[in-house]
């Protein structure tokens, strides 16, 4: 156990659809990412926050979007929902020291049908 | 900057032989680096990580990786592959003092029994 919490592990949804992801980091983490793996695209790096505040964008669509809220926990929403974005869905906890490596929950799998 | 250039995407080894994955990175200040590993349908677990102490790092599971300075290489090892070896490993770096994590792409490393 990571100690990174994903939900939900399942979500099945229709094309145009809104859906939110949600991840609690580790205790003590104050940095969340979020990456989309794909079977064509493989593991990309969509977006970091560092308490709160916005980090690093990676190749996330304007169609997606992100918060790290008070608490530390993460949310990430996606709408316009198309075939495409069918993908497992990962975040990542870490703190500041570069020394430490991040820790992955174990992803929400989305199906877009 | 930084990158990760993984230089196999697939990796075939008999059961018993000898493991190896190549990584290769750039990176702008002395960086950490991280090898994961991703069973089928899993989130991504530490192996190992190198963290500008011992240049040779020993992991879980009889993996280990040797960090070249001089080469900019974190290549990973194992002597004597098991059919639970396989899965898809990823090669990270995080440069000093940086929070972002850069992933290579990925190699898939088959056991043939």
């Known amino acids: 156990d990571s100690g990174v919490t994903q939900t939900p592990k399942h979500l099945i949804t229709a094309t145009g659809q809104r859906v939110t992801l949600r991840c609690s980091p580790r205790s003590g983490d104050l940095s969340v990412y979020w990456y989309q793996q794909s079977l064509d695209q493989g593991l990309q790096f969509l977006i970091q926050?560092?308490?709160?505040?916005?980090?690093a964008k990676g190749n996330i669509l304007e169609r997606f979007s992100a918060q790290q809220f008070p608490d530390l926990h993460s949310e990430l929403n996606l709408s316009s929902l198309e075939l495409g974005d069918s993908a497992l869905y990962f975040c990542?906890?870490?703190?500041?020291?570069?020394?430490?490596?991040?820790?992955f929950g174990q992803g929400t799998r989305l199906t877009v049908v | 900057a930084q990158s990760v250039t993984q230089l196999d995407s697939h990796v075939s080894v008999s059961e018993g032989t000898p493991v190896l994955l190549r990584c290769n990175y750039s990176?702008?200040?002395?960086?950490?680096l991280f090898w994961y590993v991703q069973h089928p349908n899993k989130g991504l677990q530490l192996l190992l990580k190198y963290t500008s102490a011992a240049t040779l790092v020993k992991g879980i599971n009889g993996f280990e990786a040797e960090f070249k300075k001089s080469e900019t290489s974190f290549h990973l090892t194992k002597p004597s592959a098991h059919m639970s070896d396989a899965a898809e490993y990823f090669c990270?770096?995080?440069?000093?003092?940086?929070?972002?994590?850069?992933f290579g792409t990925g190699t898939r490393l088959t056991i043939i029994p």
């Open positions: 990176s702008s200040y002395s960086p950490s």
């Open positions: 990270v770096v995080r440069p000093f003092g940086n929070e972002k994590l850069t």
């Open positions: 990542a906890s870490s703190t500041r020291d570069s020394n430490t490596e991040a820790f």
């Open positions: 926050y560092y308490n709160g505040e916005e980090r």
